[in-house]
């Protein structure tokens, strides 16, 4: 089935996780303006490889790292990532235990990652009218996140 998302969440020394629980099956964020639909929007974007940090308001402060969790072909994936910036430190551990199995940490670069478990590994994509080049976690980012503004049958498309 791919990648799934199943959580994003935020951590600090003294404070209270603030955990945002992705349904299963809905792969929709909606609701009232200014209830924090564009900054969970922001931090996906940051926790799948993008390099601009979430903006912060009142309620961050004291919060240092994001975790997002995920799963594919029956494993679960945590990415960590400090709202400080620098890199992903990546989490892997099997699923269908009936105990709680502790994450592993996985030696290995967030986008190659994403690209392998998404199956575009090898998998190639148009740059422009002439050239091709192979598929990249960027690439997964901006396919798989839209916002509200931004109209997928707006965007030009090119095939795989």
């Known amino acids: ?45 940051y926790m799948l490889g993008g390099d601009d940090l979430p903006g912060t308001f009142p309620l961050t402060q004291g919060y240092q790292e994001f975790r997002l969790r995920f799963t594919a072909h029956g494993d679960e994936y945590e990415v960590r990532r400090g709202l400080s910036g620098g890199g992903a430190a990546i989490y892997w551990r099997a699923l269908g235990n009936t105990e709680e199995q502790a994450f592993e940490h996985l030696d290995e670069d967030l986008g190659k990652l994403l690209v392998s478990l998404s199956g575009a590994s090898g998998k190639q994509i148009l740059r ?21 503004t931004d109209i997928p049958a707006k965007q030009p498309s090119v095939g795989m």
């Open 128 to 148: 422009n009218h002439s050239k091709r080049g192979a598929v990249t976690g960027d690439d997964l980012r901006h396919w798989s996140l839209w916002s509200q």
């Open 1 to 45: 089935m791919g990648i799934v998302l199943t959580s994003l969440s935020v951590h600090g020394p003294d404070r209270a996780v603030a955990e945002v629980i992705f349904h299963p099956k809905r792969r929709l964020i909606r609701g009232p303006s200014e209830t924090g639909k564009s900054h969970i929007y922001d931090c996906l974007w």
